[in-house]
């Protein structure tokens, strides 16, 4: 998973399961994978967490290793639903107000 598209453009799918010993030794997919396929339980391998960083992630996040939580995002996003994501709990984000005394940050309202 090194390229870069629109969430809307893949094609988010659960890896299909093998249905016989030849499948499961096979030492590349045995099925059929698009050009836009993705396969969220394999995200893990690609993050080079170490195993208690995984299994918070995991105990946190764990719906973001899914298909069902990609494809719920999408329609989502394909109904016009912003999302407004902060990496920072409110209260200590800019533009909250200031304590010991300081003044407040500058906000735009867009009403100049």
């Known amino acids: 998973y090194d390229e870069l598209c629109l969430v809307t453009d893949c094609r988010f799918r659960e890896l299909p399961t093998a249905r016989s010993d030849d499948e499961e030794s096979h030492s590349g997919a045995w099925f059929y994978v698009g050009e836009n396929d993705i396969f969220p339980e394999q995200f893990m391998e690609f993050l080079g967490l170490k195993p208690e960083l995984k299994r918070a992630l995991l105990d946190r996040h764990g719906e973001?290793?899914?298909?069902?939580?990609?494809?719920?995002l999408q329609t989502?996003?394909?109904?016009?639903?912003?999302?407004?994501?902060?990496?920072?709990?409110?209260?200590?984000?800019i533009g909250q107000p200031i304590q010991r005394g300081l003044p407040q940050p500058f906000s735009y309202t867009g009403d100049e």
Request: charged content about 30%; glycine content about 4%; cysteine-free.
């Open 64 to 72: 973001l290793f899914t298909a069902q939580w990609w494809n719920q």
């Open 76 to 93: 989502s996003l394909r109904d016009g639903e912003v999302f407004d994501i902060s990496p920072y709990r409110d209260d200590v984000r």
